[in-house]
């Protein structure tokens, strides 16, 4: 993937977590960069008409379940956006070993408000301290008493004053500290802490910070199973009659969980049990006796997680079920 950056001046000019993604990627997936150079003129295509930053990582996961797909044996060949001659067309056809034709429709979960702002936060305190703290202390941050997107935009915005404050206690303090030091500062963020700790004298090499790890809270609305029916009503939608379909739900954040997933189809069953057309409306089908017939285009749902964990549920009322073997190695049961 290397050589393929470097010799493509717009990949050459993206950020560099994004160049450092798509390498890691190649490195993950040995088919992934032929695979990538094939489909090059698409995902360049693709990355230009992002017009957020939150957009060009829905393409990313694209590509990153790309990847995911091309590590497993069972599928021979990938197309990427295999029926472009339509409007919604599946974001990828698999030839697979076992069960011939296979289409994914992918889906990314995005963080929270509040894990994008205290991302950026921690992602700019570290910067700042790198920058600007030229002593030899180590230091841990703890966010986690902080619960809202507020919070961590106010300190995104002190940030200087939060590093000078900072700067102000370390210069008073003797490099050798017996224990480690907890600094309140409540007066820029309820809560906020950062533990300061000597460094060895071996390691004091240039007058610099040292980063020590620290406390995050994972903002836990409470209704994230619902994002899960969402996408399923949504997706149930798009996806090929008579054609095995797997709906591939990407969570890039840490609050949707497998248990998200399994509890967000349960609620479904039981809205259907329940006989509540009026919510089906809303989800944009004209009756339950709708939704169900479309719901068997459903071979699957594959949940992938940030962290690596991976569930697949099998619709056992599917007009097209997946043998176990491609389930066994989505799940790395293999």
């Known amino acids: 993937m290397k050589d393929v950056i470097s010799r493509t001046p717009y990949l050459n000019a993206l950020p560099e977590e994004v160049k450092e993604l798509l390498i890691r990627l190649g490195t993950d997936a040995i088919r992934f960069t032929s695979w990538f150079f094939n489909n090059q003129n698409k995902i360049i295509s693709k990355l230009r008409g992002a017009k957020t930053k939150e957009d060009r990582y829905d393409v990313l996961t694209e590509l990153r379940c790309a990847a995911f797909l091309l590590s497993l044996s069972e599928i021979v060949e990938l197309q990427y956006e295999p029926l472009h001659q339509i409007k919604r067309s599946p974001d990828f056809k698999a030839i697979t070993i076992?069960?011939?034709?296979?289409?994914?429709?992918?889906?990314?979960?995005?963080?929270?408000?509040?894990?994008?702002?205290?991302?950026?936060?921690?992602?700019?305190?570290?910067?700042?301290?790198?920058?600007?703290?030229r002593l030899n202390f180590g230091l841990s941050l703890n966010t986690s008493s902080i619960e809202t997107a507020e919070s961590f935009e106010q300190l995104n915005q002190r940030i200087d004053e939060l590093i000078d404050y900072i700067i102000s206690v370390l210069s008073e303090l003797s490099e050798d500290l017996e224990e480690p030091i907890e600094l309140i500062l409540d007066d820029f963020a309820n809560g906020l802490e950062v533990y300061i700790s000597s460094v060895p004298k071996e390691r004091r090499t240039n007058n610099e910070i040292r980063k020590y790890g620290g406390l995050f809270r994972t903002p836990y609305s409470g209704h994230e199973d619902?994002?899960?029916?969402?996408?399923?009503?949504?997706?149930?939608?798009?996806?090929?009659?008579?054609?095995?379909n797997i709906i591939f739900i990407y969570a890039d954040n840490e609050t949707h969980e497998i248990y998200d997933m399994i509890d967000s189809i349960s609620s479904i069953n039981q809205i259907i049990r329940q006989a509540s057309g009026e919510f089906i409306l809303k989800k944009g089908y004209s009756s339950i006796v709708e939704f169900l017939a479309k719901s068997r285009r459903i071979s699957g749902i594959f949940l992938l997680t940030n962290n690596q964990e991976r569930n697949f549920w099998e619709n056992k009322n599917s007009i097209k079920a997946i043998d176990n073997k491609l389930i066994n190695e989505l799940e790395g049961r293999l």
């Open 98 to 133: 076992t069960d011939g034709e296979v289409y994914f429709e992918v889906r990314r979960i995005r963080k929270t408000l509040t894990e994008s702002k205290r991302d950026q936060f921690v992602e700019l305190f570290w910067k700042k301290a790198k920058e600007n703290i």
């Open 226 to 244: 619902r994002k899960f029916g969402d996408i399923i009503f949504e997706k149930t939608h798009q996806l090929l009659d008579n054609e095995k």
